[in-house]
């Protein structure tokens, strides 16, 4: 269905009304993060809550009361509105209750959304980046095999890609750090990483490489980084 088609559902799938196949179609919108649908519910549940907030209870004069009464023939007995009044106070609240609960619910929902798309984007750059060293014309491709495993491929105008195997994950309060290290000079740093738990690691740094960095290294520094290696290198990959 679209959203047209869908429309006249939001505010009773709000209210926990709506039907099937109405329902599901907008859960399912839903779970893939549909913008239109998640405003849509936004503002059914905005005006349900005001529509339950505003709908308090009056309590007529002991004088019209009398009057109506009268003028249908019935006595005047004692009869006390308490109760209604209690009872349409507490829907009151239970409804005001239950739409802000499930509004900050929804809010959370909407972030984590938000996060898990954010972070699939920032994964496929990464993946771009990458694919766009390891296919240059002028890539040059070097393996390291002491322990851990793997390949550095370095691309000058584009950047270097780290892929390794056998890298245990860094410990708490630590991580990885590539170096490129020219000739005669200082190690410069090319980034942070972490490894999975399976020991695999795809490190990517793009921007230009120096045209004399000879050697791709990494060690393991504090989790906020180092501005020169502190550790001995796990991995060394010398460029021809």
């Known amino acids: 269905m679209n959203h047209e088609e869908l429309r006249d559902q939001y505010e009773l799938y709000a209210l926990g009304a709506a039907e099937d196949p109405e329902r599901n179609e907008i859960r399912e919108h ?12 936004k503002r059914a549940r905005q005006l349900t ?3 339950g907030m505003a709908s308090q209870p009056t309590t007529p004069s002991p004088k019209l009361r009398r009057r109506i009464l009268a003028s ?8 006390g509105w308490g109760p209604f009044l209690g009872l349409a106070t507490a829907l009151s609240l239970f409804a005001a ?12 929902q909407t972030v984590t959304l938000r996060d898990q798309m954010r972070q699939q984007s920032i994964e496929l ?3 771009n980046e990458a694919f766009a060293i390891l296919s240059g014309p002028s890539t040059i491709e070097v393996g390291f095999g ?26 708490a309060g630590k991580l990885y750090e590539m170096w490129t290290i020219a000739k005669g000079a200082k190690p410069v ?40 290696p502190t550790s001995t290198p796990l991995i060394a990959a010398t460029l021809p």
């Open 125 to 127: 750059t990464r993946l």
């Open 189 to 228: 740093p090319a980034g942070l990483f972490q490894s999975e738990s399976g020991g695999a690691a795809l490190h990517v740094q793009p921007g230009p490489v120096d045209p004399n960095v000879a050697v791709v290294a990494v060690t393991l520094e504090p989790e906020s980084g180092s501005l020169q």
């Open 30 to 41: 839903l779970s893939r993060g549909c913008e239109v649908c998640m405003s849509e519910l």
């Open 49 to 51: 809550t005001i529509i």
């Open 97 to 108: 209750f239950y739409f802000s609960t499930r509004e900050r619910q929804f809010a959370i």
């Open 72 to 79: 249908v023939g019935f006595e005047q007995r004692r009869f």
């Open 146 to 171: 002491a322990g851990a495993r793997g390949k550095v491929y370095v691309d000058r105008s584009r950047g270097v890609v780290l892929i390794a195997s056998n890298l245990p994950p860094a410990p």
